[in-house]
């Protein structure tokens, strides 16, 4: 009964691959995000979503293509990974009537070798 | 977007009482305040929001002053499993700017025996 999950909870990949990462909420939040979380903890925000329409894109590299099939889910596909892209990505998910109350899923780490 | 500014480390033993101040001199009328707590390895938890004046829950406590230009966390009793990072977050993201709450880096607390 997990809030929100994502998978893989760990990736590791080669350089010039392209890998997803799954996000599956249960709450009936209406908005998800993808943040990015660095070797020192900054934690950014990437992209949002509400009711499956993106709201939020942060300067993001195009190789990172967001894709929400329903307002359960949101999926992160990256293409032509590189080292730099190596870092915890977290999904998490809100009810837009309410400000800054979101709920994390536990990370997905993933390291570009 | 409204930046805080909070310690970059504490440290308390088992039993006492930790307060993180986080200050937001230009915190707009709208802005809530929000914090969370991040263990290692696992996605940032929502501990308390407040708008002005106090706010308790069976967590922590938030004091905020009368020109909300600061904020402090109040963990009654710390125990070891509190030792984490706390993040202070100000602003208002609902509507079209979902997502756009500022992070920074956090305050780790560390608790010892």
């Known amino acids: 009964d997990t809030a929100v999950s994502q998978t893989p909870k760990y990736l590791v990949t080669q350089m010039g691959n392209d890998k997803s990462i799954k996000c599956e909420q249960n709450l009936g939040h209406d908005t998800m995000y993808w943040y990015k979380q660095d070797s020192k903890k900054f934690l950014k925000i990437m992209f949002s979503y509400n009711n499956k329409e993106l709201i939020i894109n942060e300067t993001v590299p195009n190789r990172f293509s967001p894709k929400s099939p329903d307002k359960a889910h949101l999926n992160l596909h990256i293409n032509s990974l590189e080292l730099g892209d190596s870092a915890v990505y977290f999904c998490a998910s809100s009810d837009s009537g309410t400000s800054g109350a979101y709920t994390f899923g536990s990370g997905t780490r993933l390291t570009v070798v | ?113």
């Open chain 2, 1 to 113: 977007l409204a930046k805080t500014t909070q310690p970059i480390s504490m440290d308390s033993y088992e039993g006492q009482e930790v307060n993180i101040t986080c200050s937001h001199n230009n915190i707009a009328t709208n802005d809530y305040i929000t914090w969370y707590q991040q263990f290692p390895s696992q996605g940032p938890r929502f501990i308390i929001q407040g708008y002005k004046t106090k706010v308790t829950n069976e967590v922590a406590s938030l004091f905020i002053p009368a020109d909300r230009k600061s904020s402090t966390l109040s963990l009654p009793r710390v125990s070891l499993s509190d030792t984490a990072v706390y993040y202070c977050l100000v602003g208002d993201d609902r509507g079209s700017t979902l997502g756009r709450l500022y992070f920074g880096r956090g305050t780790q607390l560390t608790v010892w025996p």
